[in-house]
């Protein structure tokens, strides 16, 4: 239908105030259109733009690493799996924080943690408060919805038309539902009645979820049947810690695809040595202080030599905390380097930063010396 000009639309308004109800009812009668009638799924799909080319691929452009690759495929279902603190979360959290950023809504469907907790991380992240509040959604189901609870948030889905949508605990989801991740047939219905209308509202929906136990049982697969990778029509993460994320330290997670869909992702990632599981990206999460954090996503082999040298600054940091965790006494910095070896200056400078950190503290020591003690609440 044509747009009306500003002239037409006024003259239609006069038109309509000086007519009856009954003049209003005949109109409606003659000159509206029929409802269009819902596409039904076993209709004959239209190959029209597939076969002339004119069809566009599915991109991953929900999400980026530091090279601007996109993470995830909107519309469509991805699942990240990894043992518990290996970041799953902030791998989350930082593509929700980068969607935020571009003006686009997030919902975030939490099983394992509070809103206290979820959202803290994400002001750690840098996020604004105000855009956090205007386009963060964050969901903490109970019990199992009712058919109201399900109506009403597919209207919140409706009217925020997220971009990313997470579930945070896949486990724990399933149960909340009354289903078994172990069963072959729970796997579809818990995809049906919670993953498949955030993907009608168009968002990239990512599920997070554990790997099993035994590492040499792990290969492609989270917790439950290799059914989760068989209906996956996005991508599949595997989540490696290759050092732990804490407050005050460095923490570095590798990102592996174990499936991809729409074939996208893996041309973008190295092989690895573990079969089909790719290289896709480093996770790198730099704690500053309690308050803040940087996350970034590197590609693949970017920053080699950065590797190295933040091996070695970790190691270096373990044998710090190692040293004045078995003193029987506070340490200066000579009595601490005279433990650990190796560069002065670069033991100097990881002390200072634990300090700075909040895991070391001094005190005064003898004729003007300073001496440094592990913080009780480093040890946890």
């Known amino acids: ?30 000159e509206a259109e029929p409802l269009p009638v819902p596409r039904s799924s076993w209709e004959a799909v239209d190959l029209t733009a597939i076969l002339d080319g004119t069809a566009e691929p599915i991109l991953p452009t929900v999400g980026h690493r530091t090279d601007g690759v996109g993470l995830f495929y909107p519309g469509r279902t991805h699942w ?66 009712t058919d109201i609870d399900a109506a009403a948030f597919v209207e919140q889905l409706r009217h925020a038309r997220p971009t990313l949508a997470v579930i945070d605990g896949v486990t724990e989801a399933m149960s909340v539902f009354g289903l078994d991740p172990l069963k072959l047939d729970d796997i579809p219905a818990f995809t049906q009645r919670l993953i498949r209308p955030m ?28 059914h989760k990778l068989n209906g996956l029509n996005g991508a599949m993460y595997v989540l490696e810690v290759k050092t732990p994320i804490s407050i005050g330290m460095t923490g570095r997670t590798r990102v592996r695809i174990s499936k991809d869909r729409p074939a996208q992702l893996r041309r973008h990632a190295l092989p690895g040595r573990s079969g089909s599981l790719a290289w896709f990206a480093d996770l790198v999460v730099e704690s500053h202080d309690e308050r803040h954090a940087t996350v970034r996503l590197y590609p693949p082999a970017e920053h080699k030599e950065e590797d190295a040298r933040t091996g070695k600054l970790q190691g270096l940091q373990g044998a710090v905390l190692k040293a ?21 200056a670069a033991c100097r400078s990881v002390l200072a930063a634990l300090v700075d950190a909040g895991m070391v503290e001094t005190i005064p020591g003898p004729k003007r010396s300073t001496l440094h003690r592990l913080v009780p609440e480093a040890l946890i």
Not at 134 to 140: D, H, I, P, T
Not at 203 to 218: E, F, G, P, Q
Not at 324 to 344: C, D, F, I, K, W
């Open 1 to 30: 239908m044509p747009r009306l000009t500003k002239a037409q639309l006024r003259a239609a308004k006069e038109k309509a105030a000086q007519m009856t109800p009954e003049d209003l009812e005949r109109l409606v009668e003659s």
């Open 80 to 145: 990240v799996a990894a043992e518990s603190e290996s970041g799953k979360t902030w791998f989350a959290l930082h593509a929700c924080r980068q969607e935020i950023d571009r003006g686009n809504s997030v919902v975030y469907v939490d099983f394992e943690d509070d809103a206290a907790g979820v959202v803290g991380r994400l002001l750690v992240l840098g996020a604004n408060p105000a855009d956090v509040a205007a386009r963060f959604l964050y969901v903490r189901p109970e019990r199992k919805p």
């Open 199 to 226: 993907v009608q509202a168009g968002a990239a929906v990512v599920a997070l979820d554990h790997v099993v136990k035994a590492s040499d049982n792990r290969g492609r697969y989270a917790i439950g049947s290799a």
């Open 324 to 344: 004045l965790q078995n003193a029987p006494e506070p340490l200066s910095g000579r009595a601490v380097h005279a433990v650990v070896g190796g560069n002065t």
